[in-house]
């Protein structure tokens, strides 16, 4: 019985409540404020959605760019080990790979765009009988892996 009553009064107060706003024209503003509402929540869920589309296109672009220099870096070091055995000595400069026919073109460094990585040398004492030459290649990039490391580590 109690609770009959308390949903009667409920439809009586907005019965009130609706009469007092159409007498003033406030419908037509909640109407309007409602819409409004309704527009800024469903831009706040679009652009979420945006930004965590932009963050898994960035990880797959970066994810990309990291295998590629992994792939880059296999394959030159693979022909300096090629060319060291074959000819005896280590090539001096990464163009003697391709000139040789190692490999057909230097590479671009993913992380940098430019072919441009950094040569390791052997460390020749004067006396001793080994020839300075390319010992390995690194990276020129200075930016952190998405493991934490440096690419100029790899």
């Known amino acids: 019985m109690l609770r009959a009553m308390g949903v009667t009064m409920i439809f009586k107060i907005e019965s009130l409540i609706r009469k007092k706003r ?13 819409f409004l509402v309704c527009l800024m929540i469903v831009l706040m869920v679009t652009m979420s959605s945006f930004r965590s589309a932009r963050q898994g296109y960035e990880e797959a672009i970066r994810s990309g760019d990291e295998e590629i220099l992994r792939v880059n870096l296999s394959n030159l070091r693979d022909a300096i080990r090629e060319y060291s055995s074959q000819k005896g000595v280590a090539p001096n400069e990464l163009n003697d790979l391709v000139e040789s026919g190692y490999i057909n073109m230097i590479p671009a460094d993913p992380m940098t765009g430019k072919a441009n990585w950094v040569v390791v040398r052997y ?6 009988k080994c020839t300075n030459g390319i010992k390995d290649v690194r990276s020129s990039s200075s930016a952190k892996s998405s493991k934490g490391n440096a690419y100029s580590e790899w």
């Open 22 to 34: 159409e007498r003033e024209g406030a419908s037509e503003r909640g109407v309007v404020s409602g």
């Open 123 to 128: 460390q020749c004492l004067p006396q001793s």
